[in-house]
């Protein structure tokens, strides 16, 4: 019995990797809006609280958007293509320029510093975990928010969570 158990295993992995696989794309799939209703946000941060900082983002959101989507730089791992046309982008100033053809400063061609590190003063820090070093808001080159004004409107909002 448990011979015939152990030789069957890797038709059972299989069919639970699968199963999670579809899952999540259904749930993606139902949850998710198109890219004209959403802005979303790649932080590279040590950690941050995605959900709740969409969320209190969503409570000022321009009006037109559906959704605002807050993603760790982890989301990307898999190559998703949703990031070459990310709408903000929070970087490190050690990173920035390895982003470079990602980023467009927000405000007349000026860096927008989200983050001091000398002071340990900043926006958003209850829901982002800086290190110990300056970070900067960006607004994405492939944003589709950059002509509404969208885009400006939910980083300005960033720049004013607490």
């Known amino acids: 019995m448990i ?27 139902v949850t998710d809006t198109s890219p004209d209703k959403k802005v979303t946000v790649y932080c590279l941060t040590p950690e941050i609280q995605d959900t709740q900082m969409a ?30 046309q990310g709408d903000i ?10 982003y470079q053809e990602l980023l467009l400063p927000p405000e007349d061609g000026q860096n927008v510093r989200i983050y001091d590190a000398a002071g340990g003063t900043g926006a958003a820090q209850t829901y982002i975990a800086y290190a110990d070093e300056d970070y900067y808001l960006f607004l994405g080159t492939g944003s589709e928010h950059l002509e509404d004004g969208k885009a400006l409107a939910v980083a300005r909002a960033i720049l004013n969570l607490d």
Do not use: C
């Open 3 to 29: 011979k015939k158990i152990f030789s069957q295993l890797h038709t059972f992995v299989l069919w639970a990797l699968v199963s999670a696989l579809f899952w999540s794309w259904i749930f993606t799939f």
């Open 55 to 84: 969320a209190a983002l969503e409570e000022t959101m321009p009006e037109g958007l559906r959704m605002i989507q807050v993603h760790s730089f982890d989301y990307v791992m898999f190559g998703v293509d949703a990031f070459y």
């Open 89 to 98: 982008f929070i970087l490190p100033a050690s990173e920035i320029e390895n």
